[in-house]
């Protein structure tokens, strides 16, 4: 018996070719692996579609427009080139948003992720009434835009309730002009986010410290620890991926800011009162004045700055959590 049928009785009869040089098994295994990408482009491709459709087309149409003097009705004509973008950057008006938004981006940080923690910790402890907070410090953050812009707009109004109280406790000294005065309109707006978003980070918050094994808080507290050094030590280095994730969403979040300035400072006085963003002045100087074709200019901007924020931290912060998440050969070409 020759070789050549030594191996061929080897093979299984299920496994040997037919007479079109393929063998049964590899036919099956790649009708099989075309079956699994109809499956992934039958379930991914609306969701691939409204993305195009929605996104990249409009950000692609935009980057267009945004080269000429276009007044929003038919097709553009007037070509002005980088016009638009040299008069965007030389109006101080829009620099000033550019800083504005990240104040706003470095305020929330400072100011919403300490907060948010010591809320996690509380609520993170068993007490009677603790389900009723949670829900509580929640519900500002499924509260309309509309009707919380409304709201603190008419409380903080130089007659609004704010000052009356205080003039009917006796702190008239403390009454001001906290919409209207450049030195506290910022301030004033941080306090307003604050209170609208920290139910959103809590919650996070409280997520991430459920996955926190109880041993290593036994372990520590037999060891002496303290409560306070065990949630340093312990609870806020574990809850890393948590804040940087939040962290995240906050900057994006403060850096496309629009419906709470636009709506409690109204369209023209957000700039003089030092509350303007990026989106508000391309509200206003694209749509309100009729400009379409600065106002895709400035859209354009924002999405750049967005992106090269998201691109840097991605790089910088978060790649410590996706190199973690990844294993195998692909994780080692990432380390």
Do not use: C
């Amino acid at each position: 018996m020759t070789g050549t049928q030594v191996m061929a009785e080897a093979v299984p009869e299920s496994d040997r070719r037919t007479g079109t040089g393929v063998s049964p098994a590899l036919v099956r295994r790649a009708r099989a692996d075309w079956r699994k990408r109809g499956e992934i482009a039958l379930l991914s491709g609306p969701a691939l579609l409204m993305f195009v459709g929605f996104v990249i087309l409009p950000v692609g149409m935009a980057s267009v427009y945004g080269f000429f003097k276009w007044n929003g009705f038919g097709w553009p004509t007037q070509f002005v080139g980088l016009d638009n973008y040299i008069h965007m950057w030389q109006d101080h008006t829009f620099r000033d948003a550019v800083v504005h938004n990240f104040a706003i981006v470095v305020l929330s940080l400072v100011l919403q992720g300490p907060i948010a923690i010591l809320f996690a910790l509380l609520l993170n402890q068993k007490f009677r009434g603790r389900s009723l907070i949670r829900v509580l410090i929640f519900v500002p953050y499924v509260i309309s835009e509309v009707i919380v812009g409304t709201g603190w707009n008419l409380m903080m109004q130089d007659s609004g309730a704010l000052n009356s109280l205080l003039g009917k406790l006796g702190l008239g000294f403390l009454q001001h002009s906290w919409l209207a005065d450049p030195k506290l309109a910022l301030w004033t707006l941080m306090v307003i986010i604050t209170w609208k978003y920290i139910g959103f980070a809590v919650i996070l918050m409280l997520a991430g410290m459920q996955s926190i094994p109880e041993e290593l808080f036994e372990a520590a507290a037999i060891d002496g620890a303290g409560f306070w050094k065990i949630q340093w030590n312990i609870t806020v280095p574990l809850l890393g991926p948590t804040i940087r994730i939040w962290a995240f969403l906050s900057i994006i979040g403060a850096l496309q800011l629009f419906d709470l300035v636009n709506i409690i400072w109204g369209q023209y006085i957000s700039a003089t009162a030092g509350t303007s963003t990026m989106a508000t002045y391309m509200y206003q100087n694209g749509h309100l004045a009729g400009s379409y074709g600065f106002g895709n200019a400035v859209a354009v901007m924002l999405f750049l700055i967005t992106l090269v924020v998201a691109l840097i931290y991605q790089r910088f912060v978060l790649r410590r959590d996706t190199d973690g998440a990844l294993t195998g050969d692909s994780g080692k070409a990432r380390r």
